[in-house]
């Protein structure tokens, strides 16, 4: 087959969110499988992929309507408590969507010998398991009113308020019955009010122009409920412990000039480095390293409301306009984060590193530090680079880029998984108005502070084993064989073969890479491997990390921001016995559960960084809408094509409708679309030109055309009905025949 007919497998997350979006009708499981055309093999991938999109929190699932079966609830969703009469807790969904089926009410089980706190109306989020003929529900934490109201934008029609969600999937508007003072144009908090079937909007809190910069993170922040405000309270407790001495016993590492390497931006800096040749006779030609971070054990400590209120966060939220921290910014920007000319209390990971790169021997120390130099990532590769002077480049850059080479060239032989996927970057000017979109420059700066933070990571790991104490690891198991299928089906489209018989490792998907070279489709292969790997989660049973073809593997190296860390540091302390601030017997006993949630944090705060760059990116391109320009398909089927702006990103359909009256095949087999009478073709990783004909910031929503105005823009779509000979099956939307016939496989 040659290599311009692809097949793209499954579709992404984003196609179907997209689909999801556009549809008319309620898409279930049913109706995804039968809108991309997939096998019956394809619809038991895609079961596996919308539970992970569930898992994810990319999409409600709704019982007896979507990526459920009938009757189902999702592994973790919103209960509201109906009975609580001091022995037992019940609960129903909060939201329930099944025809015909009445909701399940679940038995809320609760941390023994702990009496219920719930009250009757109460809302939790939980996870739940069927066990026997019920159900039960596992709360992860209990839900303030507000977290789930609902987030849309006011507009007038007919003489009066609307509300409209800001989710791309949200098409209904909700009748507003009190605006509190908000005007059309504003976006706004707001409850249901009234009872069904007379629900209508009732304005909580305004908060301002959508389209205003510096509101999409507010929107992601809402949409997601990430906790954003700290109480007066636990601010007072920050204060409060910022201004603890640094204790007794550490070790002094004042005299060595460490370094942090970060973003020119950075606001909290977990870690710092330094590398110096190793004396040690055993270790010729080898190197000492010290990885210092941050201690933050030592002033969040197991069971305050600091430690608390950091569980519940799981982890600091990046956008590219602010940062919602896990820790008050008195901790996470100042007392814990490590600064140039400052004395700052550590756990430090020394290192003895051999010149071929392997970690010969490990010990960790509490330590306070005095750093030489935060210097940024660009700063730091030209002074190596000779192009900037810089007095610590000699003494302390060149010793650590040195080391790094040997650390290097052990990670190229553990051949951990290679795939270069551009990040896009958003800058803006003072005010948050948005400069420019565009990918991100990674430098040797990056690999060589990412390649120091692995060794820690991996030390932590080995070290706490070694000392027979509960490590909460980052797991990342091996692909599943269902979606290896999915690949090997994929690769044949470009005639490379895929065996699934062999053992498979990081490096076979390197090999495939390799093989591909730099031909147009790399990106979509790339893009195709990357969503064969499974999510990495947290959790202390170890099954080791495969994409970086680790058998051990903790994060250690953030804990200001991800508290899988602090978890780590406690574990740390209390294994060295290195002072105050250690793992309780409580957390020992709980870390399933506690990874389990951390993981989902995770997830949440993925989802909502991934969305908010999105409706920046919309936003950008917002200016330019009406202009044609450079676009890449990532994805064909039979209702459309989706299509991404080069060198920017932000994924846009190009709908079946607005291809113009004539008739397009969907070629199953090549996943292209061919014109019935003029031939032409729309195939996976063309490069095209498109109009942009919307770009809608508040829901991060695009939408292209073909440049020479066909679809909406040109003639009137074909209305007849298909000849007799014709394939059976036609695309039909809103009431209209559509104008793409089905051809492949028999239905």
Same mark, same amino acid.
């Given at each position: ?62 019982? &007896?309507?979507?990526?459920?079966? !009938? ?66 529900? #596992? ?21 009066? $308020? ?44 305004? $908060? ?141 990971? #020394? ?5 071929? &790169? ?113 490590? !909460? ?52 292969? !790339? ?17 080791? #990390? ?59 705060? !993925? ?65 292209? $679309? ?48 298909? &000849? ?24």
């Amino acid at each position: 087959m040659a290599k311009n007919r692809t097949s793209a497998g499954l579709p992404t997350r984003q196609q179907i969110l997209d689909f999801i979006a556009s549809s008319d009708t309620p898409a279930g499981k049913r109706e995804i499988a039968k809108a991309f055309g997939l096998s019956a093999q394809d619809k038991i991938l895609l079961k596996a992929l919308l539970k992970d999109m569930s898992d994810e929190g990319l999409i409600d699932v709704a019982p &007896g309507r979507a990526f459920h079966k !009938m009757g189902g609830l999702p592994k973790v969703t919103v209960l509201r408590i109906t009975d609580a009469d001091g022995d037992t807790t019940w609960a129903v969904p909060e939201r329930w969507e099944a025809e015909h089926v009445p909701a399940p009410r679940l038995r809320v089980r609760e941390l023994r010998g702990k009496r219920s706190a719930l009250g009757v109306g109460d809302r939790i989020l939980a996870r739940t398991e069927e066990a026997g003929n019920g159900w039960i529900a #596992h709360p992860m934490k209990t839900l303030a009113r507000g977290e789930e109201l609902m987030l849309g934008v006011l507009h007038e029609e007919g003489g009066k $308020l609307w509300l409209q969600g800001v989710e791309k999937k949200e098409r209904r508007s909700w009748p507003v019955s009190d605006a509190g003072g908000a005007e059309p144009g504003d976006l706004v908090l707001a409850e249901k009010a009234g009872r069904p079937p007379r629900i209508s909007a009732r304005v909580v809190e305004r $908060l301002g122009d959508p389209f205003a910069p510096r509101s999409f993170s507010l929107i992601a922040i809402h949409r997601h409920g990430i906790p954003n405000v700290f109480s007066e309270e636990l601010l007072e407790e920050a204060e409060r412990v910022a201004k603890q001495p640094l204790g007794d016993g550490r070790e002094d590492l004042r005299h060595l000039p460490i370094v942090a390497i970060d973003p020119a931006d950075a606001r909290d800096h977990d870690d710092a480095v330094w590398a110096t040749p190793d004396d040690d006779p055993a270790n010729e030609g080898g190197w000492k390293a010290i990885v210092a971070i941050a201690d933050v054990s030592f002033y969040v400590r197991p069971g305050s409301e600091l430690d608390r209120e950091a569980r519940k966060r799981g982890n600091s939220v990046y956008f590219p306009d602010r940062v919602v921290p896990m820790l008050p910014e008195i901790l996470s920007a100042d007392v814990c984060s490590l600064k140039q000319d400052v004395d700052r209390a550590a756990l430090a990971c #020394h290192l003895q590193v051999t010149k071929s &790169g392997a970690l010969k021997s490990w010990r960790f120390t509490r330590a306070v530090v005095r750093l030489a130099a935060n210097i940024a990532y660009e700063d730091a590769q030209a002074a190596i680079d000779g192009t900037l002077e810089h007095p610590l480049t000699e003494t302390t850059l060149r010793p650590l880029w040195d080391c790094w080479h040997a650390l290097y060239a052990a990670r190229e032989k553990r051949e951990p998984l290679d795939l270069d996927l551009p990040e896009r970057r958003i800058v803006l000017d003072e005010k948050g108005r948005i400069l420019s979109v565009a990918p991100r420059e990674r430098l040797d700066a990056h690999k060589l502070i990412e390649d120091y933070m692995i060794a820690a990571n991996v030390a932590a790991a080995k070290a706490l084993e070694a000392k027979k104490t509960p490590v !909460m690891y980052r797991i990342h198991e091996p692909p599943a064989r269902e979606k290896l299928t999915a690949l090997k089906e994929y690769l044949k489209t470009f005639d490379i073969e895929f065996a699934l018989g062999q053992v498979i490792r990081p490096a076979t998907f390197n090999r495939i890479l390799d093989r591909v070279g730099e031909e147009d489709f790399r990106p979509q292969v !790339m893009e195709q491997v990357l969503r064969t790997q499974t999510q990495a989660y947290y959790g202390p049973e170890n099954v080791g #990390h495969f994409g970086l073809a680790l058998g051990s593997y903790a994060h250690f190296t953030s804990p200001i921001r991800r508290y899988a860390d602090l978890v780590v540091h406690r574990a740390l302390v209390d294994a060295y016995r290195l002072g105050p601030g250690g793992l309780t017997a409580e957390e020992a006993g709980s870390m399933d559960r506690i990874g389990q949630s951390i993981s989902q944090l995770e997830r949440r705060a !993925m989802e909502a960084e991934r969305e908010t760059i999105d409706r920046y990116v919309a936003a950008y391109l917002a200016a330019h809408v009406g202009e044609v320009m450079a676009a890449r398909i990532t994805g064909v089927q039979n209702f459309g094509f989706f299509a991404t702006v080069e060198g920017i990103g932000g994924d846009g359909l190009v709908a079946a409708r607005d291809l113009g009256s004539e008739y397009f095949h969907y070629d199953e087999a090549g996943k292209r $679309l061919v014109g019935e009478h003029s031939g032409e073709e729309f195939t996976l990783g063309q490069r095209i030109e498109l109009r942009l004909v919307e770009a809608n910031p508040v829901s991060g929503a695009l939408r292209f055309e073909l440049p020479d105005g066909k679809g909406s823009a040109g003639g009137p779509q074909r209305t007849g009905r298909p &000849g007799k000979g014709a394939p059976k099956r036609v695309i039909h939307r809103r009431g209209r025949p559509g104008n793409i016939r089905h051809q492949g496989r028999k239905r």
